[in-house]
């Protein structure tokens, strides 16, 4: 995720009968109260060790021939092997993307992977793969408990964080990667529906995430597939040329208001 240099916005105004009137501006103990509920949101959001166990039936994903497990973990407990695999898949996926920018950009996203504040959900092959209908037939419990004890080798992952963003409470996904074996079978799909659910039940305003202007199957994926949208944050909202853009999917009139609606930027 790319630094951003936040814009001052203009006091919102309403027109009357050809007079702009100012809104009444929030007391000051409401404003303590919001930030407050807003830090505690995320702090809650944060401490949650398996966002997972509120999404059961989110354990496994069958389908067009493929058998996965998700599992969830933190940046901070990351094994040896999964944080070379992590490395690993970064590279054979954004090198081409990121083109002269990706030497800088991978120290930062070597950082960026052990954070505390770094929550994954990662994605296996079944180690004991079994038929679509057997599948559908465990139960919740089951289906969790099989994830644990049979999962194969990793083919994916998803990082994510919960941060403030126009003093918004967002997910922001800072990384989907997903093996090129295993794209094009809905699993994208699937993992970003289950992180907007977490998004959700966490209070969350939005989910946000960059992408490189470069990377034209992710644009397309995003924007026409999940119907993101380019946020009013993004450089090419303000002016400002950047290789990346950001996009954003909000759940609340607040959340929409400041991250879609350029009136309110202060153009």
């Given at each position: 995720m790319d630094s951003k240099t936040p814009q001052r916005r203009r006091p919102s105004s309403v027109i009357q009968n050809g007079t702009v009137i100012r809104e009444k501006k929030p007391k000051r103990s409401e404003v303590l109260a919001k930030k407050k509920a807003v830090?505690?949101?995320i702090k809650s959001a944060r401490a949650e060790k398996d966002h997972l166990a509120s999404f059961?039936?989110?354990?496994?994903?069958?389908n067009n021939g493929l058998s996965m497990c998700l599992k969830s973990g933190r940046g901070d407990t990351?094994?040896?092997?999964?944080k070379h695999y992590v490395q690993s898949l970064l590279k054979l996926n954004m090198e081409g993307p990121y083109g002269s920018e990706w030497l800088d950009e991978e120290k930062v996203?070597?950082?960026?992977?052990v954070a505390p504040e770094a929550h994954y959900i990662f994605v296996h092959e079944d180690a004991n793969s079994v038929g679509d209908e057997t599948r559908m037939m465990l139960n919740a419990e089951e289906a969790?408990?099989?994830c644990v004890e049979d999962s194969g080798p990793l083919v994916g992952?998803?990082?994510?964080?919960?941060?403030?963003e126009e003093d918004v409470p967002v997910l922001y996904v800072y990384e989907l990667q997903i093996e090129p074996r295993v794209q094009g079978k809905g699993l994208g799909k699937f993992l970003m529906q289950l992180i907007e659910l977490i998004a959700q039940k966490n209070c969350m305003g939005a989910v946000m995430l960059t992408v490189q202007k470069a990377n034209l199957l992710a644009l397309n994926f995003y924007l026409s597939k999940l119907r993101y949208i380019i946020s009013t944050i993004s450089p090419s909202k303000m002016g400002i040329e950047k290789s990346y853009e950001i996009l954003c999917k909000t759940?609340?009139?607040?959340?929409k208001t400041i991250l879609e609606t350029m009136e309110n930027r202060g153009f």
């Open positions: 830090e505690q949101s059961p039936e989110f354990r496994h994903f069958v990351l094994s040896s092997p999964v996203k070597r950082r960026e992977m969790s408990t099989s992952f998803v990082h994510y964080r919960f941060v403030l759940f609340n009139d607040e959340a």
